[in-house]
């Protein structure tokens, strides 16, 4: 697009520039400057609304104006990408010779030549700011230089594959990236009080249907647009890592719960306190004493008005997180409970932990309903199915367990193999996600 919106500038595989009225569609202009039937790469149109520049495979960097054309040979073989810099004065460039160049359009000559080592750079991007450049290579890195000076490389970010798309976001923080497996990497600094701060790091990736020919992001930088090989345009939303708010515990925090409105966060820590969070504000509602040694479990009943805990003491609590209070201790097992969850109905409380077994209790007077037994090693994770007619429970022996909450019986097992962490049903309750203590996540059929 020109810098006005009014018209649209192409370049195609048969080498010629075609510059279009963007509302009538009708053709304004044509430019046959680049070899025939030689394929046009990359165009751009520059701030002065009168330029074009454009680069393609017959190694020729040529800028156009309506009387006049200027062709300047940069790389000495097809030039893969180019972008302007400096207000349209230079053009920062990527070859098949491995180079990346800064030519400067005036003169001709090269400004500066980015080190690349030993990589082949296809693409190029620069920050809006104008402070950093990347270039993406074949190899599946990007190089990531202050634009001031390209002999010393700031970052090199890797992926899964060649590179074959980049895009800077407005807001000069996030790096799209885009690669011949069809995925697209989003890298964005490191999270407020990380330290030391880290500028690019990887934030999130997604998969497309097709080849990325070209990245772009929205203007509000929270989502990126893509075109694909197979004719199909798509808009990707994508999880913003800007730091909303921090709660400060006295410890390391072993387990947090949300209500469905987003007004309350509960948490529990190894200093012993369940507390009570204002999301808005970042403030403490309540601090909630009464556990002895860290608290490793917290869960909210179904009106979210009261939560349950657990933790090192084997005791079991429950807590009023309106009035900040705590309501009772509902019982006490001689072994450490890591996990608790509460049944859909809000009528019982399934609690989980170093004995090896699965505890179910009334919710109200404590009273235990059943123990099931069966697995070998400590259990980490019970949750119940969306309905509460199951309930899972995984554990450090990678033995997945799914019982009937009416009787208590055993209704399968699955041997996952590894060390278990947690596991969760998905909110219809066809699918579970398992987390393991070797870093590996899998998502698999409820059943299988």
Sequence with gaps: MSPESTRVVTGCADGILRLWDATTGQLLESFADHTADTAIQCVRCLSDGQTIVSSGDDKWLIAHRTTVSRAIVVHTGATRSM???????????????????????????????????EQKPVVVAVRPDAQRIAAGCEAGEVLVWNANDGTKTLHVLNVDAAVTAMAWSPDNRKLAVSTAKNMIHIFAPSVQGVQPPVELIPHQQFTVASPVNRLLFAADSRSVWTALADGQIEEWAYAGLEQRRQFNHGGPVYGVAVTHDGATVVSCSTDQTVRVWDPLTGQQKFQL?????????????????????????????????????QLKQLITYDATMYSIAVHPQGSLIAAAGADRKVHLLDMITGTEQQAMTGHSDYLHSVTFSPDGSQLMSYGYAGQLKF???ADGKLLRENRIGRIGNTAQFSPGGKQIVIANGDGTASIVPNGS
């Design 83 to 117: 972008v302007a810099y400096n207000g349209g004065v230079q053009v920062i460039s990527a070859g098949d010779d491995a180079k990346v160049v800064m030519t400067n359009l005036a003169t001709g000559n090269k400004d500066r030549e980015f080190t690349v080592g």
């Design 403 to 405: 019982w009937n909450t």
């Design 289 to 325: 004493n009464g556990h002895i040694g860290a608290i490793h479990a917290v869960a909210l009943s179904p009106d979210e008005t009261f939560a349950v805990s657990s933790g090192a003491d084997g005791t079991l609590r429950l807590w009023d997180i309106v009035g900040g209070r």
